[in-house]
């Protein structure tokens, strides 16, 4: 930032340059940008801009690059690493894709859309519908998030097991880069073999080398049916056992394999209490398992032949099966609501590991024996995706504590889980990305070929450190 600029005289600029009406600069107007999705950190910027097209994204950013100002992208602001509000709020703007949420095009016989990055993830989900397309993102966040903040934290969701990550899923990107001009390569062509596939460098970026602005994405036929079970089992060996027959016999109609303890119930129905208990919540674990179909499939048919083997076998100790979508919905807001519930006893540890699959259960065990030496007051709560090896493993502080105790236990149980993760070469960030949370850790474990490589990606790409610096990497002032 000039020296000689005050926080008015850039505001004032960008006003000029953008349009009253695309600038935000009064703290509470400002404030829902600039706080992270559970609370738990609130921070402030130069300003908010809101542009509706992807010329005015041009513009801001030629205007904020003359002015020394820093741009932070954000999406729905959903995020649980940081990654989309400010740390340097003296030099930083918030760059919101909230009013750039067009469906440009829906092509069924091309199995494809054409989204801005504004566009919120239900939505569009829902506009595909209508066509009798099925886009599978799912989070649960989908009612708030955008799409441009999905590709640029690469949002994995329940629905890995069967359609990948968000990477898998995008076709193309067009995105505004730290100079203003365009990178397009908004294409919906399955095969594109022209050299090194540009737009992987955008995908899980965290925004730190352009802003999305419209991304293409593949479709599939809308499932016409789905079959939901929640499934009582002994431990967490019986689980993977699950998956794996799960894997043979459902082959890939299987969408969604979750597993959950039975604090699960607890927590959920504390954030909704008219939730209906459908299980009895007294098994050491529960597993939540979709499969889909459409056209000649029979699935509810392969659900029950399913079960009938593994209860047959003693595997499945209890389970329901949803006999409507609004039951199947109901099973999976305990899924749901069980984050909502740890949010509302008060700042906790969010973590995000992945694991290989036949180490989960051991690393879930050692960790959670970690923790329990370590902070023996605090409650584990381990759930996540089996089918991806994505375990997040939390843990929540007793009440009562004062916000620099909560902050402590906190950070003894991330360094535990740390520990029992290194030892098992897991990843620190399965799906929610680095942001500014994670930085530390990341660059602890960051080997020097991999320092070097995206060192010289930022510096090509963004020599002025104009795109949210200091996420992911804190690299300095790159000469």
């Not at 801009?49 to 005015?56: D, F, G, N, V």
């Not at 967490?236 to 082959?251: G, K």
């Amino acid at each position: 930032m000039h020296s000689s600029y005050t926080t008015a005289d850039l505001q004032a600029a960008l006003r000029a340059r953008m349009g009253d009406a695309a600038i935000l600069t009064e703290a509470a107007e400002m404030l829902p940008f600039c706080r992270d999705w559970h609370g738990d950190v609130t921070s402030n910027a130069v300003a908010v801009i809101r542009p509706r097209s992807t010329a005015e994204v041009c513009e801001a950013v030629r205007a904020c690059l003359e002015l020394g100002l820093s741009i932070v992208p954000q999406g729905g602001n959903t995020g649980l690493v940081l990654g989309a509000i400010p740390d340097r709020p003296e030099s930083q703007v918030i760059l919101s894709l909230e009013r750039m949420k067009a469906v440009r095009s829906v092509d069924p016989d091309d199995f494809s859309m054409v989204v801005e990055a504004g566009c919120i993830l239900a939505e569009a989900k829902e506009i595909a519908a209508s066509k009798g397309m099925f886009f599978p993102l799912a989070l649960g966040a989908q009612g708030s998030c955008r799409i441009g903040g999905n590709v640029s934290t690469n949002a994995g969701g329940i629905n890995v097991l069967r359609y990948g990550m968000t990477r898998e899923l995008v076709l193309g990107l067009e995105v505004v880069l730290p100079d203003g001009t365009v990178f397009d390569a908004l294409s919906t062509l399955r095969k594109d073999n022209r050299g090194i596939d540009l737009k992987q460098l955008f995908i899980g970026a965290e925004g730190t080398l352009g802003i999305v602005t419209a991304v293409a994405v593949k479709l599939t036929p809308c499932p016409d049916s789905v079959a939901t079970a929640l499934l009582g089992l002994n431990s967490l060996e019986d689980v993977m056992q699950l998956y794996r027959r799960a894997r043979r016999d459902c082959c890939d109609l299987m969408s969604a394999f979750e597993f959950m303890p039975p604090i699960a119930f607890t927590l959920a129905r504390e954030a909704m209490p008219d939730l209906a208990m459908p299980i009895g919540g007294d098994c050491p674990v529960y597993v939540l398992m979709e499969i889909s179909g459409s056209g000649l499939v029979d699935v509810d048919e392969l659900m029950q032949r399913f079960l009938e083997n593994v209860l047959e076998d003693g595997l499945v100790i209890d389970g329901v099966v949803a006999a409507s979508a609004a039951q199947a919905r109901n099973l999976w807001l305990f899924r749901e609501g069980m984050n909502e519930g740890q949010a509302r006893r008060g700042m906790h540890l969010r973590t995000d590991i992945s694991v290989q699959l036949s180490r989960l259960p051991d690393f879930v065990r050692e960790a959670e024996a970690a923790v329990a030496a370590a902070a023996p007051d605090c409650i584990c709560v381990s759930y996540g995706h089996v089918g991806d090896g994505n375990v997040h493993l939390n843990v929540m502080p007793p009440s009562g504590l004062s916000a620099a105790e909560r902050s402590v236990r906190i950070h003894t149980a991330k360094k535990a889980i740390n520990a029992v993760l290194d030892r098992y070469h897991g990843s620190i960030s399965a799906e929610h990305g680095i942001g500014r949370l994670k930085r530390a850790d990341f660059e602890e474990r960051l080997p020097d070929v991999q320092r070097h490589l995206l060192t010289a990606i930022k510096k090509a790409i963004d020599p002025a450190m104009v795109m949210n610096p200091r996420c992911q990497l804190n690299l300095g002032e790159l000469s």
